[in-house]
Nanobody
Framework: VQLVESGGGLVQAGGSLRLSCRAS????????MGWYRQAPGKQRELVAS???????NYADSVKGRFTISTDNAKNTMYLQMNSLKPEDTAVYYC?????????????????WGQGTQVTVSS
């Protein structure tokens, strides 16, 4: 299973970006996906998450500005980021809980993408 992020870049404060994360490989279903970010010198933190049923969760710092969504048919997750601030600058990582099957056996594993840089200038 591979997760590939795209959509990062450089934007001015107040601007918008849309991140995408596409999962591919031996996927039976994806139970939940999430976006994390890590700024220099800081720990990786959860930005937003979404379950297969569409239940969402956001970090307080992004509520009202970021929107997470998925296209389950395409195994793709999105993060619409509006009103960006310099403190949103970080590498953004995609995470997914993927169920894989082999014959009659199935199991869930967590996967990470390689990360995409988001830089917000003041």
């Amino acid at each position: 299973v591979q997760l590939v992020e795209s959509g990062g870049g450089l934007v001015q404060a107040g601007g918008s970006l849309r991140l995408s994360c596409r999962a591919s490989g031996n996927i039976f279903k994806i139970n939940a996906m999430g976006w994390y970010r890590q700024a220099p010198g800081k720990q990786r933190e959860l930005v937003a998450s979404i379950t297969r049923e569409g239940s969402t969760n956001y970090a307080d710092s992004v509520k009202g500005r970021f929107t997470i969504s998925t296209d389950n048919a395409k195994n793709t997750m999105y993060l619409q980021m509006n009103s960006l601030k310099p403190e949103d600058t970080a590498v953004y990582y995609c995470n997914a809980g993927v169920v894989t099957t082999l014959g009659s056996v199935s199991w869930e594993s967590a996967y990470w993408g390689q990360g995409t840089q988001v830089t917000v200038s003041s």
